[in-house]
């Protein structure tokens, strides 16, 4: 009984360690202007929205793609950016010149970062 407890909690651990080994490293920042989008035009998409930056937008093939988004630490001065937990948001935009991986709808950026930070570095994974 013990051994196989043992290979349930062995199983578990490596299990976890595979999610989390999927999430990508990169940066995000904020817009508030939401319409029109390049990918849906005027349509409302609601406020979980993100814009893709040149590296992921792939001549707009990420449009409609889900992302859970988890800040992980600052990029500037602002101590403490990260308020915990994570958010998913859908590509709807492209985001030329960014200087962030994603660029979030100020209501997702604010869920999980103090948007006095402006940018913030993230953990990234598409679902």
Do not use: H
Request: proline share 4%; net charge positive.
């Amino acid at each position: 009984m013990a051994k196989i407890a043992f290979l349930l909690a062995a199983a578990a651990l490596l299990l976890g360690l595979v999610s989390v080994s999927q999430a990508i490293q990169g940066t995000a920042t904020f817009y508030t202007t939401y319409n029109p989008s390049a990918c849906y035009g005027n349509q409302d998409n609601g406020r979980m929205i993100a814009a893709a930056s040149y590296g992921l937008w792939a001549g707009g093939k990420i449009c409609g793609t889900m992302f859970t988004v988890r800040c992980v630490g600052a990029t500037n001065a602002v101590p403490n950016p990260c308020r915990g937990g994570a958010i998913t948001v859908k590509i709807v935009d492209r985001c030329p010149g960014c200087t962030a991986t994603l660029d979030l709808s100020r209501e997702a950026f604010a869920a999980i970062a103090n948007p006095v930070a402006g940018k913030v570095l993230i953990d990234y994974q598409q679902l």
